[in-house]
């Protein structure tokens, strides 16, 4: 019922910030909580955070917090990823991921983002 496409990964130095986005097609993205995940090389993928329709409520998963923003803007079907302070460790393919209101897990998918941040 809805795609997702992440943009906005690249290659970073240590202490750097890049912002991820999530384009969603057919104005859809308001009736879903959002999320992104990330996978690390030879690691399973984790939750990294999540935000609801509104926008009014956020969790992030403790190794980002206060250093990762998630946001949307439902007028632009986008939502975003804001990474400040970046690590080593947070290199991953990062994946955007939408749920229906009425459903406990994440059915959508994005095709993921590299983000590789260097020592």
């Known amino acids: 019922q809805v795609q997702l496409v992440e943009s906005g990964g690249g290659l970073v130095q240590a202490g750097g910030s890049l912002r991820l986005s999530c384009a969603a097609s057919g104005r859809t993205v308001n009736r879903y909580h959002m999320g992104w995940f990330r996978q690390a090389p030879g690691k399973e993928r984790e939750f990294v955070a999540r935000i609801d329709r509104s926008g009014s409520s956020t969790y992030y998963t403790d190794s980002v917090k206060g250093r990762f923003t998630i946001s949307r803007d439902n007028a632009k079907n986008l939502v975003y990823l804001q990474m400040n302070s970046l690590k080593p460790e947070d290199t991953a393919v990062y994946y955007c991921?939408?749920?229906?209101?009425?459903?406990?897990?994440?059915?959508?998918w994005g095709q993921g983002t590299q983000v590789t941040v260097s020592s």
């Open positions: 991921a939408a749920r229906s209101t009425d459903r406990p897990l994440y059915d959508y």
